[in-house]
């Protein structure tokens, strides 16, 4: 059985940092492209971050920057670093895998496997 599950967010203050983890079991990673994705209350869910089986990086305008995507292959581990942090970062975070080795778009569509969210609450 497939399964994603993500951790480490938490309530912070602007310009903070945060570190999300997303443990994979019954998949493997390192074949797949995965995703972290953040949904605000009353918003549509929208693509933070990509990484590519060979390690190819992708990130929205919004995070450039201030968010790194990475990945441990030997611990089917996928993480997001988040520094300075910004109220409007407030949402819950999901990772997904694609279930493709390559990326292409940042779109929740393309996704077929899900966690079951993070909340990350920055305030001001």
């Known amino acids: 059985q497939v399964q994603l599950v993500e951790s480490g967010g938490g309530s912070v203050q602007s310009g903070g940092s945060l570190r999300l983890t997303c443990a994979a079991s019954g998949y493997s990673l390192s074949s797949t492209c995965m995703g972290w994705f953040r949904q605000a209350p009353g918003e549509g869910r929208e693509g933070v971050a990509h990484i590519s089986w060979s390690g190819g990086t992708g990130y929205a305008d919004s995070v450039k920057g201030r968010f790194t995507i990475s990945r441990d292959n030997a611990k089917n581990t996928l993480y997001l670093q988040m520094n300075s942090l910004k109220p409007e970062d407030t949402a819950i975070y999901y990772c997904?895998?694609?279930?493709?080795?390559?990326?292409?778009?940042?779109?929740?569509?393309?996704?077929?496997?899900w966690g079951q969210g993070t909340q990350v609450t920055v305030s001001s």
């Open positions: 997904a895998a694609k279930g493709r080795p390559a990326c292409g778009m940042l779109k929740p569509s393309v996704f077929g496997t």
